[in-house]
């Protein structure tokens, strides 16, 4: 039995303009069934979120879905899931999300896909939990965000230490691997009086 018993995927609810990004939504899902890995997802039935949910349910894995009842029309939600759950809000979403998660998953996405990577980030950095963080570089889709990571550390805003809390694979067995062998440190106060 591997270390995670599920994984939260974040990704578009759109499939993007490269065929790769859906292939990529596909192989992630087929890879965590076959590890016997359940997926935690937005519970939409479209785009790559749709994609990454159907690949988990052809492995025969379990498939949870959390999704705002605003939002079960426009992302149209998946009616073919192990659970879905309808909630409130999008931090409703969220919190629900990472409490059934084990670990997360990051494949590209738009506004959404980042601003859900960046507050479980800040999650571990603040140690609210200590599940690791993998983003999907597909056809080197977040390489301009891994810079500005590395530039906000160069420009002191972001530590090293909490810079490597995203980890970043550009294939889908790598980035598992590097997940499943992830350790988040324990944190010392950063923040000190001058």
């Not at 690949?55 to 705002?68: S, T």
């Not at 999650?123 to 599940?131: C, P, S, V």
Request: hydrophobic content about 45%; proline content about 5%.
């Amino acid at each position: 039995m591997g270390r995670f018993k599920r994984i939260c995927v974040f990704c578009g609810s759109a499939e993007g303009a490269d065929p790769a990004f859906l292939a990529a939504a596909t192989e992630v899902g087929a890879l965590l069934a076959s590890r016997g890995i359940g997926l935690v997802y937005g519970g939409a039935k479209v785009g790559l979120m749709g994609a990454v949910a159907n690949a988990v349910l052809a492995g025969g894995a379990q498939v949870m879905g959390v999704i705002p009842d605003r939002l079960r029309t426009k992302e149209v939600a998946h009616d073919g899931l192990t659970e879905l759950f309808v909630v409130d809000s999008m931090h409703a979403r969220k919190a629900m999300m990472g409490h059934l998660s084990d670990a997360f998953i990051v494949l590209p996405g738009g506004w959404g896909t980042m601003e859900e990577m960046f507050e479980v980030l800040t999650w571990t950095q603040l140690r609210y939990h200590t599940k690791p963080i993998g983003l999907l570089n597909v056809n080197s889709y977040y390489s301009h965000l891994l810079a500005f990571a590395d530039h906000a550390v160069g420009q002191g805003l972001l530590r090293p230490e909490h810079r490597a809390l995203l980890l970043a694979e550009s294939t889908p067995d790598a980035l598992l691997d590097a997940l499943e062998k992830a350790e988040i440190p324990e944190e010392p106060r950063w923040i000190t009086k001058p």
